[in-house]
């Protein structure tokens, strides 16, 4: 046995805030994607508090869990999956829900949980991807700054 289970973690920055001040379509994009991929869903529940600008998304599955942070005036959401379910695709949820909130960049970190290897197979696996047009933006500030810059005398 390699692991018990796996635990991805998700963060995207610059989702549409329209997509994301939808907690009805989020709730019910959640449930649908959990059952597509294998999650077999038993519950999705929401924690939004009036006065407060985020809110939670938690579904209850077979042998696991999704968890959704939601901020949308900034943009951001956060994503937790964990499996022990065999047959569950976590790593297909999780480019769905990427693709599906579409941010400029997002940070993906895999986690095996249960492993009882030896203490170096224990590193997280990191992606990240950023959209061209962001990589353009940063590449531009940086370039103004190095432009606007006062020469040493």
């Not at 959401?77 to 964990?82: G, H, L, N, Q, S």
């Not at 959209?131 to 933006?137: Q, V």
């Amino acid at each position: 046995m390699k692991s018990i289970g796996t635990q991805i973690a998700i963060d995207m920055y610059n989702c549409s805030d329209i997509l994301l001040d939808d907690v009805i379509g989020i709730e019910h994009m959640l449930s649908s994607a959990a059952a597509r991929f294998g999650m077999e869903p038993s519950g999705v529940y929401v924690n939004d508090e009036d006065g407060i600008d985020e809110y939670s998304v938690f579904a209850h599955c077979k042998q696991g869990h999704i968890t959704m942070h939601v901020y949308p005036d900034m943009g951001f959401a956060t994503i937790d999956i964990f499996t022990c379910f065999k047959e569950a695709d976590p790593d297909g949820l999780a480019r769905f829900m990427r693709k599906y909130f579409n941010p400029d960049k997002s940070k993906i970190t895999y986690l095996e949980r249960g492993d009882f290897g030896n203490e170096s197979d224990m590193k997280p696996r990191r992606k990240s991807h950023t959209k061209i047009i962001r990589k353009a933006k940063t590449l531009g500030k940086k370039l103004s700054k190095l432009m606007l810059r006062p020469k040493s005398i």
